[in-house]
């Protein structure tokens, strides 16, 4: 056996195990983080072990050892003629994902890290358990997570109600602050600058997307500027249509389309959200390939306050070529009672769906290709999903999925009416992301002595006035990403996702015609996004597929379409799906995506689509939701 053959052997080997190894400390600690921000009770979970088995996973991720002989092999590969491709490309994803968490020759940077990942999950724990809500119009204190103050907020015809919900929302930034995030802040800041990073943005940037915090605010600088007129125009439209009081923070999102949500809620029921996102995806052809998904979707005391889709489980293919399915945690926090619910929870479920979908869907030789951490790009992850959520919001999609209790489809002047209320202000949206991008930015460029409650609370306020040209409507502070390792200095991921989402939303147009129903969608997806993991590079992987490199022109000419024009088109393709759906079958009876789906709320069982398949679990599913409703003062 010559020596060549002798390394290729000895490197797949280092890789089987590594690959093993690193499949179980991810388990471990997903299965920690589940139970935690589920706050369940079967079983044993703390942010003792959260903390404890977090740390395994980086300590393996971190050896030294491990990136020497991952490197070591993948040199030795270099000098084969014949190199096994899947070999090469695993070592090096090892040596990329160990590079992000080598905390170099500094031995106080693990100390560092394992002290910040303490206080994180203290701090996350104190926030799940935090009083959070608003005293109503009668004096009475409603306990309300900050998605129930948020959709109060939109939703409430009583003014003050919705000053009581904004105040709950600004209460969190106090809290927080007083509750070990700015020592936090300074931890992360030291374990950057120690590995020679600027700071924790500089090292959070790079590890995911590959690039500085000065490219990314190269990008992000040109966004502000094209669309800070647009946001001027919106405030003065939103001011002249609705008086002053209009772009005081906890009146924007009712002015610009309280009544229309109100309008829409009986077709857009949340018990029937499940079913509606999945008939969607499975028109699509989106194939979850033996996938099992555990879904805890209503909100309830002590969990954790945004939706998420973690992998205890990622899919890989195996050494001996047999296939490794994902398992899946996902989560929302739905309130079935509250107008507005059954909108929000169908976009979270295609959202979050749509994370599971890209990520049953990774085929590689490796568990490290179809995680959502570094080095997985987060504007890669974010575009998947983002754009599989956006279709909520599509006339065709609602003409066939927002039906209301009798099966008739949404009314177009309905859709009509949402369109004028709130095309003009869409930027928004778009600014309230930059807003949180800007805000992490400023904060881990503080001194040290300056992180302060005080300071880091005006710095908030600061931002969102320059940012989004006045109080937001979503305070900085409450957004739960900021808090949590895994999600800080992510927000950036969302604003160039979107971009790529209107790029890709457009090429499929111009290829195809239409989106909604396609069932081209799921295989190009599949085959373009999807497959690679983080084996190709974000944009590269945009490029390939649109033609284009990724820029912010198909997102601004969305934003610039006239009020006039976005009806006309919407019009033309809901009234093509009324007719599709008039001349075509009836809807299945079942449905496949490929994957067993478990339905829970908490430690609480509601069903299983491998006894009877899915339609029969989402009916159990209807059911608890009608009983919780009912039995619910």
């Known amino acids: 056996?010559?020596?060549?053959?002798?390394?290729?052997?000895?490197?797949?080997?280092?890789?089987?195990?590594?690959?093993?190894?690193?499949?179980?400390?991810?388990?471990?600690?997903?299965?920690?983080?589940?139970?935690?921000?589920?706050?369940?009770?079967?079983?044993?979970?703390?942010?003792?072990?959260?903390?404890?088995?977090?740390?395994?996973?980086?300590?393996?991720l971190a050896d030294n050892d491990m990136l020497q002989k991952a490197k070591g092999y993948l040199n030795a590969l270099d000098e084969c003629k014949e190199v096994d491709e899947d070999l090469a490309k695993t070592l090096g994803v090892i040596v990329r994902s160990c590079q992000c968490y080598n905390m170099g020759d500094d031995p106080s940077a693990?100390?560092?890290?394992?002290?910040?990942?303490?206080?994180?999950?203290?701090?996350?724990?104190?926030?799940?358990?935090?009083?959070?809500?608003?005293?109503?119009?009668?004096?009475?204190?409603?306990?309300?997570?900050?998605?129930?103050?948020?959709?109060?907020?939109?939703?409430?015809?009583?003014?003050?109600?919705?000053k009581a919900a904004y105040e709950g929302l600004r209460s969190i930034g106090p809290f927080v602050c007083s509750n070990g995030f700015c020592d936090i802040v300074k931890l992360r800041n030291?374990?950057?600058?120690?590995?020679?990073?600027?700071?924790?943005?500089?090292?959070?940037?790079?590890?995911?997307?590959?690039?500085?915090?000065?490219?990314?605010?190269?990008?992000?600088?040109?966004?502000?500027e094209k669309t800070r007129p647009l946001m001027q125009q919106a405030r003065e439209e939103l001011s002249e249509r609705h008086g002053v009081a209009a772009l005081e923070p906890h009146n924007m999102g009712f002015m610009m389309a309280g009544s229309v949500i109100q309008k829409m809620d009986p077709y857009f029921p949340f018990s029937k959200s499940v079913e509606m996102y999945a008939r969607s995806y499975a028109a699509m052809k989106i194939d979850y390939k033996g996938a099992e998904m555990c879904l805890d979707l209503l909100d309830r005391?002590?969990?954790?306050?945004?939706?998420?889709?973690?992998?205890?489980?990622?899919?890989?293919?195996?050494p001996d070529g047999s296939w490794q399915p994902s398992r899946t945690n996902f989560t929302s926090l739905a309130d079935p009672s509250a107008v507005g619910s059954g909108h929000t929870a169908l976009i979270t479920l295609m959202h979050e769906a749509g994370h599971a979908a890209h990520f049953a869907n990774i085929k590689q030789p490796s568990p490290l290709f179809s995680q959502e951490r570094?080095?997985?790009?987060?504007?890669?992850?974010?575009?998947?999903?983002?754009?599989?959520?956006?279709?909520?919001?599509?006339?065709?999609?609602?003409?066939?999925?927002?039906?209301?209790?009798?099966?008739?489809?949404?009314?177009?002047?309905?859709?009509?009416?949402?369109?004028?209320?709130?095309?003009?202000?869409?930027?928004?949206?778009?600014?309230?992301?930059?807003?949180?991008?800007?805000?992490?930015?400023?904060?881990?460029?503080?001194?040290?002595?300056?992180?302060?409650?005080?300071?880091?609370?005006?710095?908030?306020?600061?931002?969102e006035k320059s940012i989004q040209g006045g109080f937001s409507p979503r305070p900085l502070l409450s957004v739960p990403h900021i808090l949590s390792d895994e999600a800080s200095c992510y927000y950036q991921g969302y604003t160039l996702a979107e971009m790529s989402v209107h790029q890709t939303r457009e090429w499929f147009k111009k290829q195809y015609g239409f989106i909604v129903d396609n069932p081209k969608v799921g295989p190009t997806l599949e085959k373009a996004y999807w497959e690679c993991g983080n084996s190709k590079n974000f944009l590269d992987i945009v490029r390939d597929l649109t033609g284009k490199?990724?820029?912010?022109?198909?997102?601004?000419?969305?934003?610039?379409?006239?009020?006039?024009?976005?009806?006309?088109?919407?019009r033309a393709e809901y009234d093509e799906m009324i007719s599709k759906l008039s001349s075509g079958d009836a809807e299945e009876n079942d449905i496949d995506l490929n994957m067993v789906v478990e339905f829970k709320d908490?430690?609480?069982?509601?069903?299983?689509?491998?006894?009877?398949g899915l339609l029969s679990a989402c009916k159990k599913f209807e059911a608890f939701v009608a009983s919780k409703m009912s039995s619910d003062p």
């Open 110 to 162: 693990q100390d560092i890290r394992n002290k910040t990942s303490k206080l994180e999950g203290e701090l996350g724990e104190k926030r799940n358990f935090m009083k959070l809500g608003y005293t109503n119009s009668s004096g009475k204190f409603v306990e309300s997570s900050s998605v129930a103050l948020r959709n109060k907020m939109r939703t409430s015809n009583d003014e003050s109600d919705r």
């Open 374 to 463: 570094a080095p997985t790009s987060v504007a890669y992850a974010e575009n998947q999903s983002m754009f599989l959520d956006s279709l909520v919001e599509d006339a065709a999609w609602m003409a066939h999925y927002a039906r209301n209790s009798n099966g008739d489809p949404i009314p177009f002047d309905i859709v009509e009416e949402r369109i004028k209320s709130t095309h003009p202000f869409a930027v928004f949206q778009l600014r309230a992301m930059l807003a949180v991008s800007y805000f992490e930015k400023a904060l881990y460029e503080l001194p040290d002595e300056e992180v302060t409650p005080e300071r880091v609370m005006q710095l908030a306020d600061e931002v």
């Open 190 to 224: 030291q374990l950057a600058k120690s590995l020679g990073k600027e700071d924790y943005y500089d090292y959070t940037i790079q590890n995911a997307e590959g690039f500085s915090k000065k490219r990314l605010f190269e990008i992000l600088d040109d966004l502000e």
């Open 602 to 612: 908490g430690d609480e069982l509601i069903g299983n689509s491998s006894n009877g």
């Open 1 to 60: 056996m010559s020596s060549l053959s002798t390394t290729a052997d000895a490197a797949q080997n280092f890789v089987n195990s590594f690959n093993v190894l690193y499949a179980e400390k991810h388990k471990a600690f997903e299965e920690q983080f589940w139970g935690t921000k589920m706050n369940l009770s079967e079983g044993e979970y703390s942010t003792d072990l959260l903390a404890s088995t977090k740390s395994d996973m980086e300590a393996l």
């Open 549 to 570: 490199d990724l820029s912010g022109d198909a997102w601004t000419a969305a934003l610039k379409e006239s009020v006039e024009d976005r009806i006309t088109r919407e």
């Open 301 to 318: 005391k002590g969990k954790y306050s945004n939706g998420f889709c973690h992998w205890p489980v990622p899919a890989w293919v195996k």
